[in-house]
Structures are given as C-alpha cells and as structure tokens.
C-alpha cells in the first residue's frame, strides 16, 4: 500500500470531498513529512514506525479523522467540543479542512504515545 493508492482514494471523492481531504493530507504531512501512507480498513492511513498513527476517511455526509486512540481523543476533548465524536475519531464537514493547530496538537500527542 502507498501514497498513490491514499490519492487515488481521495481523487476517486466527489468535490468538495476531494479538496478538503486533500488539504488536511497536506497539513499531515507537513506536519510529520516522515509518515508512511497506507491504505487500511479501506481508508488512508498514516503510520509512524510502522504503527497506527492517524487516518481519515469519507462518508456520504462528512469525513472522519482518527488519532488512533482514545487516550488522545480524552485528552484534546475541549478541542474536540464542537464536532461529533467518537471513541477514537470525529467527525469534520466535508467542506472545511481542519485546522492546522487542531492537527498539529492531535498528532503530536500520538506521536508521543507511539514513543
């Protein structure tokens, strides 16, 4: 699994699906440029030596990012106020990339849970 199949996923997402997931891959990876993108559970995913970092999906009505942890999404959950949430994932309008602050703190918190 690579970076083309993670484009091709998101190439394949209608507008404005497509420029939003496109913009917070960007974000991530200007981030943490390191991460491996894959293609898991049929969703782009990003790991860090070779573990879960983070990933996000598209839905019909809303994308999804996940830090891989719920210790994390505990953590962030003042952040996280204003979306929909999950065990270890929210939801994000499929028109607004995320903010890159949001992100930032979401993967450096992995980062350090992963060591």
């Not at 993108?37 to 049929?42: E, M, N, S, T, Y």
Request: aromatic share 10%; net charge neutral.
């Amino acid at each position: 699994m690579s970076a083309e199949e993670v484009t091709a996923y998101i190439e394949a997402q209608p507008e404005p699906k497509r420029s939003t997931l496109l913009a917070v891959r960007a974000t991530i990876l200007e981030i943490e440029p390191g991460l491996e993108q894959v293609i898991a559970w049929k969703t782009p995913q990003f790991k860090f030596n070779g573990k879960y970092c983070v990933g996000f999906a598209a839905f019909k009505n809303h994308l999804t990012f996940s830090p891989q942890s719920a210790a994390v999404m505990e953590a962030h959950a003042t952040q996280l106020a204003d979306y929909e949430v999950s065990k270890s994932s929210f939801q994000f309008a499929v028109d607004k990339p995320l903010p890159k602050a949001l992100l930032e703190s979401l993967i450096k918190a992995r980062l350090v849970e992963l060591g």
